[in-house]
């Protein structure tokens, strides 16, 4: 990992005595310090050691860390919930911490709107929410993360008529560099703001936002097994046939689930009789330990598939709940994954180049260059491979966040996934490859919290605002404190080369 010592110090600060105040402030935040902490993200497939571990609470907190950064030349690196399955939230130079920072602070239920601090979890969101009779129109598959961490990767949850969650954000305040306090909105400083709601903590550190919600509501969830050719045939029909949809394929058969829910006034259902195929005991045991012995027969994940989707997904499902209980489920154990998005204009023939790679080890794919004819290349024929279900397709409205992978795009966002059974690791390499490779030909955006390997000019030529957002970025940070090796790999063009 490169240093994170550069040079911050501004000359206004270099006139007075940098050494005392710097004593003064390591005073000051030394209650706030976690002596030798590490970070480890959920999956546990990235970690590092910052040299300070911050865990404020408040405003000046920030404001004080993000001065002592200034003067000790240091890199700094806000975290939630360290969800990202990816080196994004990593740093070996100051982390701050947000899990303190997490009070209510208003909420209008005319307006239907909530202002929060910024690290608050969603499922502490939620209960205010609940209090105040209001939801969050749509949501990832959990509810762990901070409010700022969720949007400041674009997560995204189901929904041909509905955005990611980030386009729900109505305001923010975020503290710069210069431990400049900036409040900004969709009418006030509205560059800055369509900036700030997904900039992967480059521009500061977000201490608040406000949410537009709307009525609390309960949703009615069906979902039942289809065959594949079926559904790619008619996708256009299913994207639509329910306020959020969402299917996942279970790679090497052809079964996909078609998971559908749509706001209803029915009371919430009886929980279903439990069962040994849907209780977390089977998953957490015999699923993880078959997964485990597939590592060392890998041609048995075929049939693992076959016999996982008969146990658990064969019969149709339907329930009522509370909207937050339908759209989150139970993600399981640590996995790699990987998920992009692309026009879902694209979906089906997307969906078939990856099973053919899948099946053949072949990948198909139009020449991604735009200035060259489409060509097909064809990479060298290969045994195909042996990947985890599921491979999760959602469906996105576009929205104006510049940085979101929906900017300007109606998306489907395909997320594959191989489990580490036991926090072991599994191949996954030349899947992610294949996989890429196919997603950019389909002019794919990677989702910006998982690890991938698109240079920031590549990047540019995807995303219509990119320049802007550096330029925004240089304004705000012009020295680069809230750039780690992640952000360097993918928000910097490769001819700066930061100040290490
Ligand atoms: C089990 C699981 C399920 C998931 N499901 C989905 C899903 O359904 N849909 C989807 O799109 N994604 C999903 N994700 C990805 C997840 O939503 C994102 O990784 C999200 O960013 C995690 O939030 P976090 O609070 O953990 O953020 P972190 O991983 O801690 O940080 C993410 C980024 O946000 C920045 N950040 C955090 N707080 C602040 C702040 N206060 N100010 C400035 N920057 C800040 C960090 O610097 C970092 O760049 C899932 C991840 C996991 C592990």
């Not at 005991?281 to 027969?297: A, D, M, P, S």
Request: proline share 6%; net charge neutral.
């Amino acid at each position: 990992m490169a240093s994170s010592t550069v040079t911050l110090a501004s000359s206004s600060e270099a006139h007075v005595d940098v050494a005392s105040l710097k004593s003064n402030l390591q005073q000051e935040l030394g209650a706030l310090v976690s002596p030798n902490r590490s970070f480890e993200n959920w999956a546990r497939t990235f970690r590092c050691v910052p040299e300070q571990y911050y865990s404020p609470s408040t405003e000046e907190e920030i404001i004080k860390i993000l001065h002592l950064a200034r003067l000790s030349g240091k890199r700094v690196k806000a975290i939630g919930t360290g969800h990202s399955p990816s080196d994004l939230a990593c740093t070996d130079g100051f982390m701050i911490n947000t899990d303190k920072l997490n009070r209510f602070i208003r909420a209008d239920e005319k307006e239907l709107t909530i202002t929060v601090e910024a690290g608050m979890k969603l499922h502490q969101l939620h209960e205010y929410l609940e209090f105040h009779e209001m939801a969050m129109s749509n949501l990832g598959s959990i509810s762990d993360q901070s409010v700022a961490g969720l949007m400041s990767t674009a997560t995204h949850g189901t929904g041909a008529e509905y955005p990611s969650c980030c386009a729900a954000v109505l305001d923010l305040t975020l503290i710069t560099a210069q431990g400049e306090k900036i409040y900004c909105s969709k009418t006030e400083k509205p560059d800055i703001f369509n900036a700030a709601v997904c900039s992967l903590g480059s521009l500061g550190i977000i201490t608040s936002m406000t949410l537009q919600c709307e009525p609390a509501f309960r949703l009615e969830n069906k979902q039942e097994p289809a065959k594949l050719d079926q559904v790619l045939d008619n996708l256009d029909a299913i994207i639509h046939s329910a306020e959020h949809v969402r299917l996942w394929w279970y790679p090497h058969t052809d079964n996909v689930v078609v998971w559908r829910a749509n706001r209803t006034t029915k009371p919430v259902s009886k929980p279903p009789a439990s069962s040994w195929r849907t209780s977390s005991w089977f998953t957490f045991n015999v699923y993880q330990g078959l997964l485990y012995i597939c590592r060392f027969v890998p041609s048995l994940i075929p049939s693992l598939s076959r016999f996982m989707f008969w146990a658990t997904q064969s019969r149709p499902l339907e329930r009522v709940d509370k909207s937050v209980k339908v759209f989150n489920f139970d993600c399981l154990f640590p996995q790699y994954v990987n998920e992009w998005s692309i026009p879902w204009s694209r979906t089906a023939e997307a969906l078939r180049a990856l099973n053919q790679f899948i099946e053949n080890g072949v990948v198909q794919v139009e020449n991604v260059n735009p200035e060259e004819k489409a060509v097909v290349s064809t990479v060298k024929k290969e045994k195909g491979l042996k990947v985890h279900f599921p491979i999760e397709i959602r469906f996105v409205k576009k929205d104006d966040v510049w940085l979101s992978p929906a900017y300007g795009v109606d998306s489907c966002y395909i997320g594959i996934i191989m489990y580490r059974p036991y926090g072991k690791p599994v191949p996954y390499k030349r899947f992610w490859a294949g996989y890429e490779k196919i997603m950019t030909s389909f002019g794919g955006r990677p989702h910006w919290a998982k690890a991938h390997s698109v240079t920031y000019e590549d990047l540019e030529k995807s995303y219509p605002k990119m320049k802007q957002f550096s330029e925004i970025r240089q304004q705000l940070d012009p020295k680069g404190m809230f750039l780690n090796d992640y952000l360097r790999r993918h928000l910097v063009p490769s001819s700066e080369t930061p100040s290490n």
